[in-house]
């Protein structure tokens, strides 16, 4: 054989020995492929409140003080205790030996510098208002500090397990967009723009045995037939809120796969610009909410799948009221709202959806001929991603809208007359106000059934459905989460049984 010759035997042998494992499980025999359906924006928890961005990096990359676990209770983490007299001064004691990811321990002194930071108003940081009670915050040694708040705040731990309040070092904080520094149990290797990110596993992380994954890989694949046809090609291990829920009783149903149904914080709504007419009148507020059979919404759009909803405040919150039935479908009562108002006739308007989230989409197209039966014309315009950031999110632009709340414990945001939808309650921040203030529990969940009942007469959005936790991995896959009391996909316990 001529040495040409076993060049091209050894060139096509190679070939073929690449297409024989292209769709073996993650190329490595410790490593998970995980199919989402978007890409973020970015990496920087600091900068966007994107669920996207927490999918990959929080509590897999960067970690808080404080966590809350699976069953949606608050752990010490980065600081193994805190103490507190007053429920003002709490002070924090750092767990010894944490270390970052580019090699150094983790002091008290980085703690106050990521608060201060995310306080300051050139940061821009996405939830100011989670900080704003803090009055100083002192550097007692290299692993104690002491946060003083102006007033006593109910939610002042739980904040500090929120997504922006991830600790990671002052000399890393230009790369937090593309490369985040945390603590976490894994680091990102990769970041393939439009195709993937690639994670692994951090060999300093603090806790013990884990993480039990050596390598993660985060596909974007946003429509959810392609994500199927990945799963059964063998391209991916799992998909996270990537699979349609039509597709659901296929995959329950074949042997290779296990389907993950649980319970989110992500409630879907169909947001009214209330500062805008003919939606700034209560009147059609509450039209269009008993416009729209709900029920009807989640069997059209969901399959079924997904919990109708009444308010803000979701099922797997300790003060949830179940308020699913306190406006229902009733079109003639919708009619007669809208002609008080003004409208016998109805009126047109218009619907932005990002087609990137499917449900969008199919609720959508749902509520439009729903709401058609009662006089108001729906147009339906798509939009991308970033224009619905840019143009709804951002300057309120828009009529109506459909989108997934998906942060836990906001129902703050409509207690702030700038965000998007403009709902201004001065009554309703005033309670909000006090909620936040009330450390005895009884009296605050009086304060949250009242918040939730002035929601539902106030109608300033039709909340539509719970959007379940809707996953599916390859058998052998153990350790997710099943139900995601907020939103984070924690794969540090996830492997693969042996």
């Known amino acids: 054989?001529?040495?040409?010759?076993?060049?091209?035997?050894?060139?096509?042998?190679?070939?073929?020995?690449?297409?024989?494992?292209?769709?073996?499980?993650?190329?490595?025999?410790?490593?998970?492929?995980?199919?989402?359906?978007?890409?973020?924006?970015?990496?920087?928890?600091?900068?966007?409140?994107?669920?996207?961005?927490?999918?990959?990096?929080?509590?897999?990359?960067q970690e808080c003080l404080v966590k809350v676990d699976r069953h949606g209770k608050l752990a010490p983490w980065l600081a193994e205790r805190w103490h507190t007299t007053d429920n003002r001064n709490y002070t924090f004691f750092l767990k010894k030996g944490v270390r970052f990811h580019n090699g150094r321990e983790v002091r008290a002194a980085d703690v106050k510098f990521v608060i201060d930071r995310a306080m300051n108003p050139e940061t821009k940081h996405p939830t100011p208002q989670y900080y704003a009670s803090i009055a100083d915050i002192i550097v007692k040694d290299d692993y104690t500090v002491?946060?003083?708040?102006?007033?006593?705040?109910?939610?002042?731990?739980?904040?500090?397990?929120?997504?922006?309040?991830?600790?990671?070092?002052?000399?890393?904080?230009?790369s937090l967009k593309s490369q985040p520094v945390g603590t976490g149990p894994f680091t990102v290797a990769d970041w393939v723009r439009g195709d993937r990110i690639v994670l692994k596993k951090s060999p300093d992380y603090h806790v013990k045995g884990l993480p039990k994954l050596d390598?993660?890989?985060?596909?974007?694949?946003?429509?959810?037939?392609?994500?199927?046809?990945?799963?059964?090609?063998?391209?991916?291990?799992?998909?996270?809120?990537?699979?349609?829920?039509?597709?659901?009783?296929?995959?329950?149903?074949?042997?290779?796969?296990?389907?993950v149904i649980g319970e989110t914080t992500n409630d879907v709504i169909l947001a009214m610009n209330n500062a805008r007419k003919p939606y700034a009148d209560v009147r059609v507020r509450r039209a269009v909410t008993y416009g729209i059979n709900k029920p009807e919404v989640v069997k059209g759009a969901m399959f079924g799948l997904g919990r109708v909803l009444g308010t803000n405040v979701d099922p797997l919150n300790p003060y949830f009221v179940d308020m699913a039935g306190a406006m229902p479908h009733d079109p003639a009562k919708a009619k007669k709202l809208l002609a008080e108002a003004g409208y016998p006739n109805g009126f047109d308007t218009v619907l932005k959806v990002?087609?990137?989230?499917?449900?969008?989409?199919?609720?959508?197209?749902?509520?439009?001929s729903q709401l058609g039966k009662i006089g108001v014309k729906v147009?339906?315009?798509?939009?991308?991603?970033?224009?619905?950031l840019s143009r709804v999110y951002r300057e309120a632009d828009y009529d109506l809208t459909i989108i997934g709340h998906a942060e836990a414990w906001d129902i703050g945001n409509y207690a702030n007359p700038k965000y998007y939808f403009r709902y201004d309650s001065p009554k309703f921040q005033e309670l909000f106000r006090k909620s936040e203030e009330t450390l005895d529990d009884r009296a605050r969940r009086e304060q949250y059934a009242l918040m939730q009942k002035m929601l539902v007469e106030d109608a300033p959005v039709v909340w539509l459905f719970i959007h379940?936790?809707?996953?599916?991995?390859?058998?052998?896959?153990?350790g997710l989460w099943k139900d995601l009391p907020l939103p984070a996909f924690d794969l540090s316990e996830v492997a693969w049984t042996k």
């Open 1 to 61: 054989m001529t040495r040409r010759t076993l060049l091209t035997v050894l060139l096509v042998l190679g070939v073929a020995l690449a297409g024989a494992t292209s769709g073996a499980r993650a190329q490595a025999p410790n490593a998970l492929v995980v199919q989402v359906a978007t890409e973020p924006p970015g990496l920087d928890l600091t900068a966007s409140p994107a669920s996207a961005i927490a999918a990959v990096v929080f509590y897999n990359v």
């Open 146 to 174: 002491t946060i003083t708040l102006k007033k006593q705040e109910a939610m002042f731990l739980y904040n500090l397990s929120r997504a922006g309040s991830v600790i990671y070092p002052r000399e890393a904080v230009d």
């Open 215 to 259: 390598r993660v890989t985060y596909r974007f694949i946003p429509d959810p037939n392609a994500a199927v046809a990945a799963l059964k090609a063998g391209d991916v291990d799992a998909a996270m809120f990537g699979i349609g829920p039509e597709q659901v009783p296929e995959l329950q149903k074949d042997p290779r796969f296990q389907v």
């Open 354 to 368: 990002a087609p990137q989230y499917y449900y969008t989409v199919r609720s959508g197209e749902v509520i439009a």
């Open 379 to 388: 147009k339906i315009e798509q939009i991308e991603w970033g224009q619905w």
């Open 468 to 478: 379940p936790r809707l996953a599916v991995t390859k058998k052998g896959v153990t």
